[in-house]
């Protein structure tokens, strides 16, 4: 006989030897119910059943023997019994009577010794003896199963094979109890609480409406009785336990277990009349609860069910009893809201069936509390033996002898009343009776009591009121006082020696499973220190393998080469690995691994024992250190002082797992070291000890045991190993097929449950543990389902879950998830996403991580299935409703496909379904695991049966999929595992692919946010425009009601209105931000938190509206006070000569002569010279604006010390300053030109000589912007304070260095103040001469002689005075308005005219610039952008202006022409309205009130000079017909004279700058954004908004470009900055060497490292065309540049710009905002 075969042979013979140990026979079914149908009357009822009890139950002097009195003994003795108390309710006993059919007269029942003499029911005695004989063999065979109860058990591997059944969710009806094992196995498999509601239909058709049909039917309703092919619940557990091997035994008590069964303790055979202990089918029990005394801490136990002490309550019977023991043991024992048919009972589908075979079972079941609502606040295990006591008296001491309290239902006292006493019993004995049934009077009952010496505490009596409820309070009551503290505690482990004892077998006694216990045991016995022990007997992982493992991807990514020559360190790479593997091979084999290796070399089965031996012990090994460490650390962390211990106890504890997986992976790396240095003479030593391990670890696969594919701890994939493993299994299963299925999710989100459920298989799930690495194991598919599903085997991959705790802290997280997702989705053909709650936001991060693997896949060739499991929706509509949702999901896949194809520049990815194979019905809703709250709950039966219903698809798609997908072979499989960690190893994953779809969503709101900025500022512009020019025509002709000395109180109106317009523009942005937030189609849960980034955006610009508004404010009141003076002096002017011409009038035509016109002008002329030379001979007085400045600039300077005041003392004149460039002497800096980057001093330089430049533009700016509204504004102090902390501000913001050099910034400040004095002088003066009223007034002296000769004359003046109004009022007054609203217009045409996109967002500017810089392809335009970024920009803006207003449909005049023709439409509309006013009113028939009109009706909009408006009122003898006539004809002729002149007049740059709103500041403060630089490479940054702290761009250039250079050879670098940061290279800053990656001087910068992000080719092509230049231009030598930087063509470097930067200029954003 082979070793094989012996194995079998002893496991066969050893579970259950034939020792003699009798079984109980009889029929009985338990818990009958006493409740009679509503619908029957008592007499009704008695007619209907057989009565013959009735006669018998009259009274308690009753002799007849309880046998002859009452029918077959249903379950439990259910029959009753005449009570001492009261009259029996006689219907319901004869129910209960009659449940089994009667009984001969003359059986009786076996009393104590007497051999039982059936398992079968006595009713159909004469059927045949066969039948009423049946022993545990003929009910087997009619179950079909004897093989497996005489030859080989039944397998583990066997059930969960795949075939065309077990993958119905629907099972088809049992027709035959042929199917019922199958059935029962299938469902317990997927833990189905229906499980043992099995039943066989009945076939018999629908009968005819005849008489006899009826009459018949009615018969069989009457004379009902169960079938005899079907079998009761507990007969088929028991028969299954008996035919299965050890294995499959502890798979269905731990499904059983899961499923709130009861479970086989005492498993007896009837026809050995043999019993066994199930300790080892109980093994595999973990169970985890909350003791009361744990509550507040929130703590709890987690231990194996056979090796915790917990007090066991057991339920027996005496005789027959009325109540259904089982029925009241559910409601005991089930929580409030919670209750669960543990104990199969007679109400429940085939309960009803007499036992055959189960009879004298002991099930046991166990009460955990939870920590609230709890029935009892201990865990406590409950026993309930089936059967009557006096015919299973062994089962009857076992229980007495191990149990805190034994509760016998009785209530027939007259027969084995001496059962009660026993001699050995440790456990007190309750009674539990009915008052109204037991079987004698009061005092026989009080004598019985008596000689059992029953204490009454020891009695629970269910009284006559006493309705069920109450009775089981009742018995609660009385369990809580039986289990005290100092009850007896005793481990089902323990129970063992008091079984053997006992006579009864204990199952772990056969040979094979006690030697694999021996060898685990000797491996495990010794470990006290796990973290100690792994380091001692597995040494060959751990930090050596983790070393292995970086060393591998290092090997491949080059991250740490620094400056190194690449060959050079990769050779020295290998030398460290071969270092490393020499280290391994050194090490012997430790004798733990040598005893695990020979547990392994046997047969089988001993093998499937042993390793189950090892997982039971290494889990409760694991389970109790880890359980001591969270308490410590639970108490630590509650503290918190003592930080190091804390993080010594999480380091304790993530090295705390220890499982069979630690071995095996030892075994992998001896095998793998010994292959690697198989020279050395310690691996031929080895391999000959391991070269059988992969064959054995292949058969482990093919046994269903679960195979390591990648290393949880150090995530790396010992490939020879694996390869070793699957070349085996490939010759074992020669041209076999595979197809393999993953799952993806969430750490602890139920994917191995998942798993575990779909397939019957055991991955670990036990309470704490998380999968680590990824696992595979093989399902076989059964013979005659091979062909149709086309594959031989389904692998089943689980992986441990993204966002591991574990992991979510280690700086490469994210790359381990996407290094998982790829591996997993690339092995895979059907790719399960876990996604726990529906619609939780997890799915977005699960999806993103999973796409980027679906794309690398598409580059394979291969294309996944994808399904959606959504769980913990129980709604059965979740489908239904959930349609818009999948639209939408599947809309949001499409955009992250699209944002991931950028990542991974797959441009041509449109859409999810280009990647992967996925349709609407690949979604499915599965509810929750737990029916209830754990620990009492059961798995959920929707569960269960929602995952047979994924399963049943994925098989369907298989079938589907079996001629469009080749199948792969093992040989395919195992060449995807190693091109895909080839894969793994080389990429350098895209630095946080969660940001391809934040960046794209977050983009899109910042375009939408500018949008709203641009309206918010125009309408504020606008109104702003308003709001001057009616605080210029307050107190005007027209408004003469309100007198120039209130307009502080007008602008204050004007203040509080512009308050409320921001309150209300702040408002509406506010609005459309939250709209925009609640819009799902935004992607707005992907950027909710920089929401209060833009909010603050939001609160800026108003303040900075604000300011400027009041500014202008204050700056209007300067204006209107300075002009109310001199329009008073002119006014009094105008007066005083209206009344000398008007005198002069009159004494010329009172003259007898006429008047010639020289005549005329003599006399005219006369009267002016008179009144001149009477008027002062100056009205304004001409400032020295240089002394004002110096005396500012001197307070300014105070505070800077004496040196700062000794140079100001030199200068003699201010206006002599600043004439000349401002140069920089190099001495008064020398110290700092070092102090850059690393070894940059012509950098510094440059960087030195470009702050004082760059301010003195600004402060020239300022001044430009000052002077341009000389015809306005005078010159006021203001303007040079501003103008001076201007500067300070400047120097504080961006040149700290500068601003410490007190000289320097005298020098500058001097020198720019100059300027000033020059430029503010000549405005001053120019203001003097455009508003001094003298000056004024002779301009005005040829009008006045006209005036006064058209008067004389008497000429109509309508012509000529509507020309003077038209030119010297209207027409200044359009231009102004005109010139007002042209940078707007021009503004907005800008941002959306053709080319707008360019000023779309910041990096669509970036972009066009690059672009524009590549196609001119000029070294001096990229100087220009690199040395002076700020004036380039400026530059870039006017010249794309110039270019956007050249086209001949869209020029600037264009815009002048728009508003002009508006303008003298409504000056045309206004005139026709004051006609008809003044000439429908009598009283205002004259020009000067149809003036009023007029201007009351243009008062809004156009700024009429008062005096323009005076002079055409005087001395005007025009009719308002005439007038207004020629008025518009002058208007129209204005109007042609205008357009002429803007169409001719085409110089932009100079309208520009005449701009009082200037369109190219506007563009520029808004695409320049905050101006900050890249330290190193000087790109600027690109975050959106002016209000961040941190400073990003998504791109940097190589830091040569800006001027870096190597101090030792003084070469340009070429380096970038994101490489720089990650390295160990330094920079030098103010003469000390600092590390680039410590960013401590510039800490506001995040710059991304990632040494996968590279120099973008646009920049490696300029390097390359024009390194010497830059060389030159930084007194360095050009740069050493790579081969391929000098292969790039121009073509490259656009399409860079268009693939690479215009994408990642997007996600850029993202990662600084957030910082």
């Not at 694999?516 to 050596?544: E, F, M, V, W």
Request: hydrophobic letters at 35%; aromatic letters at 8%; glycine letters at 4%.
């Amino acid at each position: 006989m082979s070793s094989r075969d012996k194995c079998e042979d002893h496991e066969n013979r050893g579970r259950f030897p034939s020792s003699s140990v009798y079984t109980e026979h009889g029929s009985t079914c338990e818990d009958n119910s006493s409740i009679i149908p509503e619908h029957y009357k008592e007499d009704e009822y008695h007619a209907a059943f057989n009565n013959s009890a009735s006669t018998e139950c009259t009274s308690s002097e009753n002799k007849t023997a309880p046998e002859e009195r009452v029918s077959a003994e249903p379950e439990e003795g259910a029959a009753s019994v005449p009570s001492v108390c009261t009259k029996i309710n006689q219907g319901a006993a004869d129910e209960t009577a009659t449940l089994d059919g009667p009984r001969s007269p003359g059986e009786k029942s076996p009393k104590r010794g007497e051999p039982a003499l059936s398992g079968i029911s006595s009713e159909n005695r004469s059927a045949g003896e066969t039948k009423q004989e049946m022993p545990l063999e003929l009910l087997v065979s009619r179950l079909g199963m004897t093989d497996y109860l005489k030859r080989k058990k039944l397998s583990l591997t066997a059930v969960l094979e795949i075939n065309e059944k077990n993958i119905s969710p629907t099972e088809e009806p049992i027709q035959s109890l042929n199917s019922v094992c199958w059935w029962f196995l299938r469902k317990l498999c997927r833990v189905n609480v229906m499980a043992r509601h099995v039943r066989c239909t009945n076939n018999t058709e629908l009968k005819g409406n005849s008489a006899q049909d009826f009459d018949q039917i009615l018969n069989e309703l009457l004379e009902y009785e169960a079938s005899d092919d079907n079998i009761n619940p507990l007969d088929l557990i028991t028969a299954l336990f008996l035919c299965s091997d050890g294995l499959l035994q502890q798979e269905m008590a731990l499904k059983m277990s899961l499923c709130q069964f009861s479970i086989p303790l005492l498993l007896p055979n009837c026809d050995t009349q043999q019993f066994s202990l199930m300790l080892w089918a109980l093994r595999d029990i973990v169970k985890s609860y909350r003791p009361h005394s744990k509550e507040e801490s929130r703590g709890f136990e987690e231990n194996s069910i056979v090796l915790t002490d917990l007090p066991m309550i057991s339920f027996v019977r005496l005789g027959k009893i009325s109540m259904s023991k089982s029925h009241i043991l559910n409601q005991v024992f089930s929580n409030p809201q919670q209750s669960h048919d543990t104990f199969v009972h007679h109400n429940m589908k085939n309960g009803n069936i007499s036992r055959k075979v189960s009879n004298g079972m002991v099930e046991i079941s166990w009460y955990l509390p939870g920590g609230k609502s709890d029935t009892f606040t201990e865990p406590l295990a409950v026993a309930n033996l089936r059967g009557d006591i006096s015919s299973h008296q062994t089962g009857f001491r076992f229980l007495c002898r191990t149990s805190a309290a034994v509760f016998v239902f009785i209530d027939d006292f007259k027969e084995n009343i001496n059962l009660l006493k026993p001699q050995d019993s440790k456990a007190p004995l309750f009674l539990v009776c009915d008052s109204e049934k037991i079987s004698i009077n009061k005092n026989d009952f009080k004598n019985c009591i008596h000689y059992l010496k029953c204490n009454t505490q020891f009695i629970v009596m269910k009284g006559i009121q006493m309705n069920d409820a109450e009775f089981v309070d009742k018995l609660r009551s009385t369990i809580k006082q039986a289990v005290s503290s100092d009850c007896a505690k005793m481990s089902i482990e323990k129970m063992s020696a008091v079984a053997r004892e006992l006579q009864i077998l204990v199952d772990e006694d056969n040979d094979l499973c006690q030697k694999a216990k021996q060898k685990a045991d000797a491996i495990t016995a010794s470990i006290s220190d796990i973290p100690k022990y792994k380091q001692d007997q597995l040494p060959l992982q751990g930090d050596i393998l983790k070393k292995l493992a970086k060393l591998e991807k290092e090997e491949c990514r080059l991250k740490d080469a620094g400056t190194k020559n690449i060959p050079m360190y990769r050779i020295e790479l290998n030398k460290n690995k071969q270092e490393l593997r020499k280290q391994q091979v050194s090490k012997d084999i430790t004798p733990a691994v040598n005893s695990f290796i020979s547990g392994l070399l046997v047969c089988k089965e001993e093998r499937a024992y042993f390793l189950k031996w090892m997982m039971i012990n290494l889990d409760n090994l694991s389970k109790k250190h880890v359980l001591s460490l969270k308490e410590v650390y639970k108490k630590e962390h509650e503290d918190a002082k003592n930080k190091e211990l804390i993080l010594d106890l999480e380091n304790q504890m993530s090295c705390s797992s220890l499982g069979i997986e630690h071995f095996l992976r030892e075994l992998g790396q001896l095998y793998e070291s010994a292959i690697s240095r198989s020279e050395h003479s310690h691996s031929k030593q080895k391999m000959q000890m391991i070269k059988d391990l992969p064959k054995v670890c292949a058969k482990m696969m093919l046994e269903g045991f679960p195979f390591e594919l990648v290393d949880g701890d150090a995530a790396y994939i010992p490939l020879m190993w694996v390869s070793a493993v699957l070349n085996e299994l490939r010759s074992m299963e020669k041209d076999s097929k595979i197809r393999v299925i993953s799952v993806v999710g969430v750490q602890s989100t139920g994917k191995s449950t998942l798993l575990n459920t779909m397939f019957g298989v055991q991955f670990a799930v036990s309470s704490g543990r998380c999968t680590r690495g990824a696992f595979m194991l093989l399902v076989r598919v059964s013979e005659d389902f091979r062909e149709q599903l086309g594959c031989d085997f389904i692998m089943v991959i689980d992986t441990e879950g993204l966002r591991a705790a574990a992991v979510a802290q280690l700086a490469d997280s994210y790359e381990h998830d996407n290094e998982l997702s790829t591996l997993l989705v690339g092995l895979s053909d059907f790719t399960i996403i876990n996604i726990a709650m529906e619609n939780s936001t997890e799915m977005q991060e699960i999806l993103q991580i999973v796409i980027h693997a679906f794309l690398r896949m598409k580059e394979f060739g291969k294309k996944t299935h994808c399904l959606f499991v959504h769980q913990n929706v129980a709604d059965v509509a979740a489908h239904g409703k959930s349609e818009n949702d999948r639209k939408i999901r599947l809309e949001q896949l499409n955009t992250i496909t699209q944002a991931a194809a950028k990542m991974e520049r797959k441009g041509e990815v449109l859409k999810f379904t280009d990647i992967i194979e996925y349709s609407d019905r690949d979604n499915f809703y599965i509810p929750s695991l737990w029916q209830g709250t754990p620990p009492m709950a059961a798995v959920s039966a929707g569960y269960s049966e929602s995952v047979v219903q994924i399963k049943k698809c994925l098989i369907d798609i298989m079938t589907d999929l079996k001629e469009k997908r080749p199948v792969q072979s093992v040989e395919e499989f195992q060449e995807w595992i190693r091109r895909l960690w080839q894969a793994v190893k080389y990429e350098n994953f895209i630095f946080s692919f969660r940001n391809s779809i934040v960046a794209e969503a977050y983009s899109k709101l910042c375009e939408q946010y500018n949008k709203w900025d641009w309206d918010f500022r125009r309408k504020m512009r606008e109104w702003m425009v308003k709001a001057e020019t009616k605080v210029l025509n307050f107190g005007t002709v027209t408004q003469s009601s309100q007198p120039a000395e209130n307009i502080e109180n007008f602008l204050m109106k004007q203040k509080n209105e512009v308050i409320r317009e921001l309150g209300k523009a702040e408002q509406q942005l506010n609005d459309n931000l939250s709209k925009y937030f609640e819009n799902p189609e935004n992607r707005v849960g992907l950027v909710e938190r920089y929401k209060q980034d833009f909010l603050n955006s939001i609160k800026s610009l108003r303040q900075e509206t604000e300011n400027k508004m009041m500014r202008r404010f204050e700056e209007l009141l300067r204006i209107k006070k300075g002009r109310n003076k001199l329009e008073k002096i002119k006014e009094n002017q105008a007066k005083m000569m209206e009344e000398k011409v008007s005198e002069l009038l009159e004494k010329c035509r009172k003259s007898k002569d006429s008047f010639s016109d020289d005549q005329l002008d003599k006399e005219f002329e006369q009267m002016w010279n008179d009144v001149v030379n009477g008027l002062p001979s100056k009205s304004m007085e001409e400032q020295n604006v240089s002394e004002d400045i110096y005396f500012m600039l001197h307070k300014d300077l105070e505070n800077r010390g004496s040196s700062a005041m000794e140079i100001l003392s030199e200068v003699s004149d201010l206006e002599d300053c600043g004439r000349e460039a401002f140069v920089v002497e190099m001495n008064l800096s020398s110290s700092k030109i070092d102090g850059n980057t690393e070894g940059s001093g012509m950098k510094a330089t440059i960087e030195f000589m470009k702050t004082p430049e760059q301010l003195i533009e600004n402060c020239q700016n300022f001044i430009a912007d000052k002077v341009s509204r000389k015809a306005q504004l005078d010159y006021d102090s203001t303007y040079v304070r501003e103008m001076l902390i201007m500067i300070n501000d400047y120097f504080q913001q961006n040149a700290e260095d500068l601003y410490k050099d007190v000289e320097l910034q005298t020098k500058l400040k001097i020198h720019i103040c100059g300027i000033a004095a020059r430029e503010f002088q000549q405005m001053h003066k120019d203001f003097i001469q455009s508003n001094d009223p003298l000056l004024c007034l002779e301009k005005d002296k040829e009008q006045y002689y006209r005036d006064f000769k058209d008067l004389y004359h008497e000429t109509d003046q309508a012509q000529r005075k509507a020309e003077e109004f038209t030119k010297k009022g209207l027409e200044p007054s359009v231009r102004k308005y005109i010139t007002d609203y042209l940078g707007s217009d021009v503004l907005e045409k800008m941002e959306f005219g053709p080319t707008g996109m360019k000023f779309r967002t910041r990096s669509f500017f970036q972009y066009s610039i690059l672009e524009q810089l590549l196609k001119d392809h000029e070294f001096e335009k990229f100087r220009q952008f690199i040395t002076n970024y700020e004036k380039f920009i400026k530059d870039w803006i006017v010249a794309e202006m110039k270019d956007t207003f050249s086209e001949k449909d869209c020029k600037v005049s264009t815009l002048e022409i728009r508003r002009l023709e508006e303008t003298v439409s409504d000056i045309k509309k206004s005139i026709q309205e004051a006609r008809k006013i003044s000439e429908g009113n009598m009283g205002e028939q004259n020009i000067h009130n149809f003036i009023d009109n007029l201007h009351k009706h243009l008062g809004d909009k156009l700024i009429i000079s008062p005096d323009a408006l005076k002079k055409v009122q005087i001395l005007n003898n025009a009719t308002i017909e005439r007038f207004s006539t020629w008025l518009i004809s002058s208007v129209e002729n204005m109007k042609e004279t205008l357009i002429s002149e803007f169409q001719k007049d085409e110089d932009i740059s100079s309208k520009l700058e005449k701009l009082p709103f200037k369109p190219q500041e506007e563009l520029f403060s808004r695409m320049f954004g905050c101006g900050k630089m890249c330290p190193f490479c000087e790109v600027p940054c690109e975050v959106e908004g002016d209000k961040h702290d941190a400073h990003s761009a998504s791109y940097h250039r190589p830091t040569g470009i800006r001027g870096c250079k190597w101090q030792t050879f003084e070469m340009l670098s070429t380096d970038v900055c994101p490489y720089l940061v990650t390295s160990e290279k330094r920079f030098t800053s103010s003469e000390t060497e600092i590390p680039f990656k410590d960013n401590i001087i510039h800490p506001e910068w995040h710059i991304e490292s990632d040494t996968s992000i590279k120099a973008t080719d646009y920049w490696k092509y300029v390097f390359a065309q024009f390194n010497d230049q830059l060389a030159a231009i930084y007194g360095a030598r050009p740069a050493y540049l790579p081969p391929d930087w000098l292969q790039l063509k121009k073509e490259d470097a656009r399409n860079c710009l268009g693939k690479e930067l215009m994408f990642n200029r997007n996600t850029a954003v993202v990662t600084t905002s957030s910082s």
